[in-house]
């Protein structure tokens, strides 16, 4: 089955304390991104990546790292979290097609708190 | 700021209604817009898309009509069911640099479709 997984899907921390959010797709996909999903204001992109090693800033990068070691994978990275941090992450995968056509395929939510 | 403006924020009908979402924007460099449907735990889906070189697209129950002179572009259910009920995300697709592109999302509206 084609699908975009994330883990872990909820996760409550501390101000500070490191922590990585896994993404992972078996559609051979070039495209990956992530974003955060807030009330009120939709989702909004944090980092984006166009093939390995391909990463640029998305339109909220701050606070956030990303790695694309593989084409598969494309962690999400809060090396010192806060609390305005805490929302909903998805992670996104797509081809990269021509004309902008591309179909985006949403992962099923990663629900962060920090405390 | 937000580059596509999404109302209203939820709208609750009775079956067999047709809700419609409106959607604006101001970058004329969007050259896709896709509509995304959620559902509560999960992440968002790819409903429906139209290019801006169309007037209207219909699939099935949901149809897209787009204004390019206004900058406006609108989601149509007809006759809507208890199951359409979702959040509904309209967005913009541009490209940013070589062959990579961005998508900017709305800011969703929750449907409430009543038995």
Redesign the interface.
């Known amino acids: 089955e084609a699908q ?1 997984t994330q883990n872990p899907r909820y996760l409550i921390t501390v101000t500070g304390k490191k922590l990585t959010v896994t993404c992972s797709q078996n559609m051979n996909h070039e495209y990956m ?1 992530w ?1 955060r999903q807030d009330p ?6 944090i980092y ?1 990546s ?1 093939n390995v090693e391909v990463t ?1 800033k ?2 909220v990068p701050e606070g956030y790292k990303v790695s694309r070691k593989e084409k598969r994978n494309f962690p999400l990275i809060l090396e010192s979290p806060s609390p305005n941090q805490t929302s909903l992450y ?1 992670c ?1 995968s797509s081809r ?1 097609l021509s ?11 990663t629900r962060l708190l920090v405390l | 700021q937000q580059q596509v403006k999404q109302s209203p924020q939820s709208l609750i009908v009775q079956k067999g209604g047709i809700p419609i979402i409106n959607c604006a924007y101001e970058n004329t460099a969007f050259d896709y817009f896709p509509w995304y449907q959620q559902f509560p735990g999960k992440g968002p889906a790819l409903l429906i898309a139209i290019r801006p070189d169309v007037s209207e697209k219909k699939e099935g129950r949901f149809t897209i009509s787009f204004n390019k002179s206004a900058k406006q572009f609108s989601l149509h259910i007809m006759d809507s069911q208890p199951g359409d009920s979702a959040t509904y995300f309209c967005a913009a697709s541009s490209r940013i640099s070589g062959s990579a592109r961005q998508l900017t999302f709305g800011s969703g509206t929750q449907l409430t479709v009543l038995p």
Do not use: C
């Not at chain 1, 009120?40 to 992109?45: D, V």
């Not at chain 1, 004309?99 to 099923?108: D, H, L």
């Open positions: 975009v991104s974003y009120g204001l939709g989702l909004r992109q984006y166009m640029d998305g339109d998805f996104a990269k004309g902008g056509q591309e179909t985006q395929y949403f992962g099923p939510g």
